[in-house]
């Protein structure tokens, strides 16, 4: 009886409180089918892409549509990844590294997230800006969910070398020697710090 009462005395506002969860509903309900829709149709506009010959004007249009409309999208960073990797094999590396900032800003995927600051530091080393390379790499590095570490710092520390800066390029072959398993970056680094002091540039 008291509920009936409750419910009576409270109508308007019960009926508000309905209402509002009801359009909640439909709006969360809207933006998720718009944006399976907005998936499909960038994975439909990428496989129309990949149909064309790589690095043909007719495929890059396409792949700068997906990465510009459907930037939210796999596809989309996909088609960024894509033109990043065009951009740099025909020596446009100012092009592949904006394309590959903007990968690195969009991607939340741990994987693709250190693939894409490895591309920005590859661009940058193209580019001649071996400092900017070599603080990326590391960025990658201390990222948490960076699996091989070991790689970031080494490709970090080739940077360093190549600005003679021989003292911090052997800490950090040091510090690959530390924390990777045998074989890989481990002897890679341990023939860059053996020659770095068979040539003198750091002591023994």
């Known amino acids: 009886m008291h509920v009936i009462h409750f419910i009576r005395d409270n109508l308007k506002v019960i009926s508000w409180i309905l209402t509002a969860a009801l359009l909640v509903f439909i709006v969360v309900l809207g933006v998720g089918r718009w944006q399976s829709y907005r998936v499909k149709k960038a994975d439909d506009r990428l496989f129309e892409a990949q149909k064309f010959a790589l690095a043909t004007p007719e495929q890059q249009k396409i792949l700068e549509e997906v ?3 459907y930037t939210s999208t796999p596809a989309g960073r996909e ?5 990043g990797d065009q951009f740099f094999a025909r020596g446009d590396f100012q092009a592949a590294l904006e394309k590959y ?13 250190v693939a894409a600051l490895h591309k ?3 661009a940058q080393r193209a ?3 071996l400092d900017d390379a070599a603080k990326t790499y590391l960025t990658a590095a201390a990222y948490p969910k960076n699996l091989n570490k070991a790689d970031s710092f ?3 520390a080739g940077c360093y070398e190549e600005l003679k800066q021989y003292d911090e390029a052997a800490k950090l072959y040091k510090k690959v020697m ?3 398993e045998e074989g890989g970056a481990k002897l890679k680094s341990e023939e860059r710090l053996l020659w770095l002091v068979a040539n003198g540039s750091i002591s023994g």
């Open 67 to 69: 990465a510009d409309d």
């Open 79 to 83: 088609a960024m990844m894509a033109l």
């Open 101 to 113: 900032e903007e990968l690195q800003e969009h991607s939340a995927v741990p994987l693709m997230k």
């Open 120 to 122: 920005v530091a590859a």
């Open 127 to 129: 580019l001649g800006k």
């Open 154 to 156: 080494y490709q970090a």
């Open 178 to 180: 530390e924390i990777s």
